[in-house]
């Protein structure tokens, strides 16, 4: 026989051989015990003899995957769950030891692959399982298990070797093998449930489930043959516990073979389906099913319920589920499937069940619309498009028929309502035949310009949301592609059915992780986590640093934000890090951990993080250098916050094309920091202006240095004792020029003027110096200040002069919106005018509207101070954060 020619007759041949031989020793080991390894010749009645046990809620049905049962301990957990059920009847399904279907399948391609060592692998598999029933069983139960098995291995040998010579296995001599993994590892655990004291038998599912093979690597279940079926068996074998193989079953001719993909879980369901179970268990080494993937989202969460519908979504979307197919059998009869981890049994799992009418009636927000999101990668669009195509009858179907005769799996569909375009998701690796079938079978139409492409975009991943309540919620959709606008995502292409259990799109590769946070950050499943750089950790870099310290707690447990920081850069080196600083040791001295500055690696490093979905360059300093890069930061979709006056007040041109980008896009630029620290200058301009008033004339004291000098500049005091205190208390920067010679007044009246929509240049703005003509040059800050008191005279006359009639100085900055001018200078008040009325270093500005004509608003408070700037920057940060989806 084994001479024959290897095809069908010789594999029936080998076949029967094999199984008749394993007949007559069934028999024989059956009137001695129930151990047996091998499928029978099942010839049933068609009368069912004896009683048929009772179904329904009585029933509880739980499946234990490889990792459950890889070793005896385990195993021995296994049993202690099962012992604890307090169920009247259980049927319990197993699969193989852990990397047992592996093994097995590597044995038939040693086999047909002429590897002699299949045999010895084939004895590892002996020992696996022997060592493990030694350490669970003893006496003439390990006996008898082990004999069993021996013959067992025995027979395999044999069938091995029938591959081995034809070099050649095929479907069902695979499954026969394959499914051994199975048999051993529920004869084992039937055994420890006996020993344990617990009425057990074991069941070869092949003996009961039946199954019809399809084109589609899948198989359909005979369920009223598999029935009729089970009621013999449990007429036969009334036990309080059954232990039943997962994966194995039989065709209706009796021929062994598998569920294919996930085959324990759907034995598992159909199992609890045929008796009418009041749960199936399936146990795994999760607790439960995730909000999203949390090898890419952190911060998902365990699901406590989960639709049929939902779970199913979710599944054909590759989240780490079910299979769709394992939700069928339960379905029908309202059973719910619960997700346990066997590791974790103080976790509740999730249950995955048919919902109440009014479950989550009450909730509203859209956390309870949408469960969950999956993600496929390695998929690339088919856009088939022409004008050709609109109205054209048969051309989808003519589509898709190539694609089906090519074998490829389609993902998904869009098309357009003009029936201009179609496209769909197939598999990367399927992409270059579907579209080399398509261009062949399309020629003519392609050639006489019907078609005009069949276009190939690679490298997509698909991101769906599942929820079964969508449909009924307005505003899904929208909050869906708002977060990802503002995470710069670009979407290819939209599917989803009028059901809307799903809303799918199709992303880039690289952009599908970020994607994914972005959505599940939005939909309040996570904080809405922002990637931080600090640019520039001087004083106002460092104050906000500890801010962001003190505050961080907070901000994660009531506000729902994560802020956190990957890198910190100074002017010679930078610190970075994957998961975010310590900002309680980030002043510490860290030789190893620092690095040379060098900007480009740094917002590399911070944009570049795929599992944080948006970015913001916080930049403290005052440098050019780095202002000059915040227009290339936002095309790459990088928030800017800054307290830096240098790009606003910059090249006229380079100000417009930064504004222009901002408005174009979903990337933010904040800059509320640069006009009056932690005041709200910017945003009380803007917010009149967007109401509609029109701006007349701004005039304040906007330098917190210059306002405490001459708030302090009184009585007999001299100018450049003043200028002294106010230097040695930290308000005036290391070389009080830089403030005394109103540069900085005039970038921000410059900052306003363009705000207000005039369009000066620094140039265009006269300032009125306090530094001495003769000291403009001196070579050093000290220098300068041993210099200055020959100079208070000059000073001091003015103020003379402003007291005589009643008057202050004050150093002011104006906006003249109507001439369309601005200038900065040292004018005198009334000691009834509100500038008059300062104290400290607070900043003070006028707005002169259309509304506000008469009495001018006044915005007025610290204007300078660590603290304040770093608390205006705060600010911005938060309101980034609030526009990224964070409750406000």
């Given amino acids: 026989m084994l001479g024959c020619r290897w095809g069908k007759p010789a594999d029936n041949q080998v076949f029967r051989m094999v199984y008749v031989r394993k ?13 047996f390894a091998s499928i029978a010749d099942v010839s049933l009645d068609n009368s069912i003899e004896g009683a048929p046990l009772p179904k329904g809620d009585t029933w509880s049905v ?22 604890n059920d307090a169920s009247e009847r259980k049927l319990v399904v197993v699969s193989a030891m852990s990397q047992v279907t592996d093994m097995m399948y590597n044995l038939i391609h040693r086999a047909q692959s002429r590897d002699d060592s299949y045999t010895s692998a084939l004895d590892d598999i002996f020992e696996k399982h022997k060592l493990t029933a030694t350490e669970l069983l003893d006496g003439e139960d390990l006996d008898r298990f082990l004999s069993q098995m021996h013959d067992d291995i025995s027979n395999l040998k044999a069938m091995l070797r029938a591959i081995y010579i034809a070099g050649h296995a095929t479907e069902s001599f695979s499954d026969f093998v394959v499914g051994h993994g199975e048999l051993w590892a529920a004869q084992m655990l039937s055994l420890v449930i006996k020993k344990r004291g617990m009425s057990c038998n074991w069941m070869d599912t092949r003996d009961v489930l039946v199954v019809n093979p399809t084109n589609s690597n899948q198989v359909d279940p005979d369920y009223s043959e598999s029935q009729r079926r089970l009621d013999k068996w449990l007429s036969h ?20 073979t598998t569920l294919k993909r996930d085959g324990s879980d759907f034995s598992a369901a159909i199992m609890g389906a045929l008796v009418r ?3 199936v268990t399936i146990w795994t080494d999760v607790d439960g099913v995730y909000s999203a993937d949390p090898r890419k989202v952190s911060e998902a969460v365990i699901l406590k319920t989960l639709s049929y519908q939902e779970a199913w979504e979710m599944s054909y979307f590759g989240a780490n589920v079910l299979h769709p197919r394992t939700i069928i059998p339960v379905m029908k009869y309202n059973i719910p499937i619960v997700i346990r981890n066997i590791f974790n049994l103080s976790a509740t799992g999730t249950v995955i069940c048919q919902p109440s009418v009014n479950e989550n009636g009450d909730c509203q927000g859209l956390e309870y619309v949408v469960k969950g999101f999956a993600t496929i990668d390695n998929l690339a669009l088919v856009n088939v498009e022409g004008t ?52 062949s079978r399309f020629r003519q139409a392609l050639d ?27 505003g899904v959709s929208a909050s869906l592609f708002n977060a990802l606008a503002k995470a710069n995502i670009n979407v290819r292409a939209i599917a989803q059915g009028c059901s809307e259990y799903n809303i799918t799109v199709v992303l880039k590769r690289e952009d599908c992780i970020r994607a994914l946070k972005a959505v599940h950050s939005r939909f309040y499943l996570s904080k809405t986590t922002i990637a931080m750089g600090i640019i520039g950790p001087g004083l106002i870099g460092g104050t906000l640093l500890d801010q962001l310290r003190d505050q961080a707690a907070v901000l994660k447990e009531e506000f729902n934000i994560d802020l956190r920081v990957l890198g910190i850069i100074g002017s010679r080196t930078m610190t970075l890090s994957n998961l975010g600083i310590d900002l309680f040791k980030w002043r510490e001295p860290k030789d190893e951990m620092a690095e040379v500055a060098d900007l480009e690696k740094f917002v590399e490093h911070v944009h570049g993080n795929h599992f944080i979905p948006n970015t913001v360059l916080v930049d403290c300093t005052a440098d050019t250098n780095v202002a000059n890069h915040y227009y290339n930061w936002l095309r790459k979709g990088i928030h800017i916050i800054t307290p830096n006056k240098k790009a606003n007040s910059g090249p006229l041109d380079r100000y417009l094309k930064l504004r222009a980008l901002q408005r174009q896009s979903y990337t933010h630029y904040f800059y509320e920091a640069t006009v009056g620290a932690g005041l709200p200058i910017i945003s009380t301009l803007r917010g009149l202006l967007e109401t509609g008033d029109k701006i007349l004339r701004i ?65 265009d703005i006269p300032v009125q110096s306090l530094v001495p003509e003769p000291l403009r040059a001196s070579a050093s800050a000290e220098e ?3 210099e200055l008191p020959k100079f208070d005279e000059d000073i001091a006359k003015k103020r003379q002069d402003a007291e005589a009639a009643g008057e202050v100085l004050r150093f002011v900055g104006v906006v003249d919106a109507v001439k369309a001018k601005g200038h900065v200078e040292l004018r005198r008040y009334k000691k009834e005018h509100p500038f008059a009325q300062l104290s400290g270093s607070d900043n003070i500005i006028a707005f002169t509207t259309i509304r506000y004509k008469e009495q001018p608003l006044i915005v007025r408070g610290p204007g300078a101070g660590a603290q304040v700037t770093a608390g205006g920057i705060f600010s911005d940060i938060l309101r980034l954060a609030s526009y990224l989806g964070a409750p406000s």
């Fill in 23 to 35: 007949r007559g020793r069934r028999e024989r080991i059956h009137a001695h015990s129930r151990i």
């Fill in 62 to 83: 739980h499946k234990f995957g490889g990792t459950c049962v890889g070793t005896a301990k385990r195993i021995s957990n296994v049993a202690d769950i099962i012992l």
């Fill in 237 to 256: 074998n009334p036990a309080e516990t059954i232990i039943a193989t997962g994966f194995i079953a039989s065709t209706p001719e009796n021929i062994p």
């Fill in 277 to 279: 179970a009041r749960q």
């Fill in 388 to 439: 050709g195509m609109a109205g054209v009858p048969g051309t989808a179907s003519a589509i898709f028929g190539v694609v089906k005769d090519v074998g490829a799996n389609v993902i998904m569909i869009s098309q357009a309502s003009s029936e201009h375009s179609v496209c769909f998701a197939v598999p990367e690796k399927e992409v270059n035949a579907v579209a080399a079938a398509l261009q």
């Fill in 448 to 474: 006489a310009g019907r078609l005009s492409q069949v276009e190939v975009i690679s490298n997509c991943s698909i991101l769906a949301a599942v929820g079964q309540k969508m449909a009924s919620t307005p």
């Fill in 699 to 763: 005039e304040g004291i906007f330098s917190g240095t210059l306002s405490y000098i001459f708030n302090n500049f009184v009585g007999k005091r001299a100018f450049s004792e003043v200028v002294a205190e106010a230097k040695q208390a930290g308000y005036t920067e290391p070389d009080p020029r830089d403030d005394l010679s109103g540069t900085d007044v005039a970038r921000k009246v410059i900052i306003l003027a363009r705000e207000s929509g005039l369009r000066l240049e620094l140039s």
């Fill in 784 to 786: 300068f200040m041993q």
